[in-house]
């Protein structure tokens, strides 16, 4: 009936702390009637302005197209999360370029430093043996290529891995339900590039947030965000673990409540503190300045 809340494969209560924590926009089948829902934990007040995403049932399983630069580790355990739980997409897209080779450069040289605790992301090959996932490369998302393939699959969804801003706006427009990405940081407060690296600099939480991409950067509606609070000193390498892991089960989340009939989206206005400024690429400098600061203990931040 109209209001009733929907958990989905979450346990209630499992279900109800991340609508607390998490700001995870509630789901409703059929779609919210009222505007008001009271929970045990509060109530939320929906945003009437809020854009409403129906998954129509007749197209089960939702069809969704992944795109990754090529080989890069958060985009590869993603991937993974979401196959290992029964969602694989009907296309992977791989962006074979100069970003590519340095992002996944970068990352692996950090996770290998703490390979023993915590393994490696698989490789794609290792993710999709033995299934039917058709895997293209592309020189750029954002090319012809990309936009021909996507517009020959026609998914309802298109999922970010890890990879550049789509700024084609001939592909924006394919997916039915929009384009959801994954960033490695907590929006509205921190936008851009390196956002793990910026909260440090600036004393800002960590976290990850999964939204609708739209023209700007990192600026569409949020799906689901959760806050990652880490231990006293911890290294580098292991937040970096911490972030891929966090979005991973973020994202599967996000994905299983789409799936399941609808999720009303706030826009970023909605939140305290919205971000005024984009991040960019972090200089090796400042790098490395935010690493010791971490390590050091000596990273704080407000709660927002």
Request: glycine content about 6%.
């Given at each position: 009936?109209p ?8 346990h209630e209560?499992?279900y ?21 829902v ?10 009437p ?6 998954v129509?049932?007749?197209?089960d399983?939702?069809t969704?197209a ?21 969602l694989?997409p009907a296309l ?7 970003l590519?080779?340095?992002?996944r ?7 290998q430093?703490i ?6 992301p698989?490789?794609l090959?290792?993710?999709l ?13 954002n ?20 990879t ?6 001939n ?9 959801v ?18 909260s ?9 947030t999964?939204h ?16 990652l609070y ?7 390498p ?11 089960e973020l ?10 009939g609808g ?5 970023q206005g ?5 971000g ?9 400098e ?15 931040f407000?709660e927002?």
């Amino acid at each position: 009936t109209p209001g009733t809340l929907y958990a989905l494969n979450l346990h209630e209560e499992h279900y109800l702390r991340a609508s607390k924590d998490m700001r995870i926009i509630c789901v409703f089948n059929p779609p919210l009637s009222s505007p008001e829902v009271h929970l045990p934990n509060g109530s939320y007040q929906a945003d009437p302005d809020a854009r409403q995403f129906i998954v129509n049932r007749k197209k089960d399983p939702m069809t969704f197209a992944y795109l990754n630069l090529k080989g890069h580790p958060r985009g590869n355990y993603m991937l993974d999360r979401l196959i290992q739980a029964g969602l694989e997409p009907a296309l992977v897209i791989e962006e074979c370029s100069d970003l590519a080779t340095a992002g996944r450069q970068e990352l692996e040289k950090q996770l290998q430093k703490i390979a023993a605790e915590t393994p490696l992301p698989r490789s794609l090959p290792e993710i999709l043996a033995g299934r039917n996932v058709r895997c293209v490369e592309t020189a750029n998302h954002n090319d012809a290529q990309s936009e021909e393939l996507l517009t020959a699959l026609c998914p309802d969804l298109i999922v970010l891995g890890d990879t550049r801003i789509i700024r084609n706006k001939n592909i924006l427009r394919i997916p039915e339900l929009g384009i959801v990405n994954v960033h490695p940081g907590y929006l509205p407060t921190v936008r851009g590039n390196n956002p793990y690296l910026w909260s440090i600099v600036h004393d800002l939480p960590q976290g990850v947030t999964v939204h609708f991409i739209d023209e700007g950067v990192d600026s569409g509606p949020i799906i689901a965000r959760q806050r990652l609070y880490l231990q006293p000193r911890a290294t580098y390498p292991q937040l970096l673990a911490a972030i891929n892991r966090l979005c991973g089960e973020l994202l599967l989340e996000a994905l299983c409540f789409l799936k399941a009939g609808g999720v009303q989206s706030l826009a970023q206005g909605n939140f305290e503190n919205p971000g005024k400024k984009v991040f960019r690429l972090c200089p090796p400098e400042i790098k490395s300045a935010a690493i010791q600061k971490l390590e050091s203990g000596e990273y704080r931040f407000e709660e927002v």
